[in-house]
């Protein structure tokens, strides 16, 4: 609630209430009188420049005050999980849509503070200007203002080219089978599709 009170001796006769030139009149959240305005569960649109302008036998008089609404900084709609081929920029943007009074931000990368050389900050914007698998990771950010705080965290998945899988081993080997098994190399942020098995001249080759 907020309230604001006058002083007149002898009282006002005539009165007009207005918030931003615009007259007010009582209702279930706003009680005007000559002397006071009273406003129940504010929020922000009550935000703006009051004034009064009322007379009495001995004249006329007017007051002002400016009532600023403090609130919450929001994020709006952000990706939260976003996949990129190698190379190409990466930009996770934290303006908040409303925030009063201005909120700041911080970003962390895999719940630390810091991630890679090559990604940078500025204001409220955090930037790759080309992805590698090293980039791979969560980004967060948290804006704040004092009043409330709002975060959001997006998922960096980096698509490259396969590597070759390594340790190739073989087991229960007899004249008609044998088991092979092998060590999954980094898959460039996609699953292999399918793996091929080449035997010639008693060498076997993996592909993918």
């Known amino acids: 609630m907020y309230n604001y009170i006058i002083s007149a001796d002898p009282q006002p006769d005539s009165y007009t209430w207005r918030r931003n030139g615009q007259i007010i009149s009582n209702n279930s959240r706003i009680t005007v009188t000559a ?12 935000s703006g420049v009051y004034s ?17 609404v ?5 994020l709006g709609d952000i990706q939260q999980s976003v996949a990129l081929n190698a190379g190409a920029p990466f930009t996770l943007d934290c303006t908040p849509v409303e925030s009063n009074p201005p909120a700041t931000v911080s970003f962390s990368y895999n719940n630390t503070g810091t991630a890679e050389e090559s990604v940078t900050t ?8 080309s992805v590698v698998r090293n980039h791979r990771g969560e980004y967060s950010c948290e804006v704040s203002n ?7 965290t997006v998922q960096l998945m980096v698509r490259a080219p396969l590597t070759a899988p390594r340790q190739m081993n073989s087991s229960d080997v007899s004249p008609f089978s044998a088991t092979l098994s092998w060590s999954p190399s980094d898959n460039g942020g996609t699953k292999p599709l399918k793996y091929s098995i ?6 076997v080759t993996l592909s993918f």
Request: hydrophobic share 30%; net charge neutral; aromatic share 10%.
């Open 35 to 46: 002397n006071s305005i009273t406003i129940s569960n504010v929020n922000r649109s009550d």
């Open 52 to 68: 009064i302008f009322s007379s009495n036998v001995v004249g006329n008089g007017s007051a002002y005050f400016t009532l600023n």
């Open 70 to 74: 403090y609130y919450p900084p929001v």
């Open 122 to 129: 500025t204001g409220y914007v955090l930037s790759v200007s």
């Open 146 to 152: 004092g009043v409330g705080r709002d975060s959001v």
């Open 198 to 203: 080449n035997i010639t001249n008693n060498t």
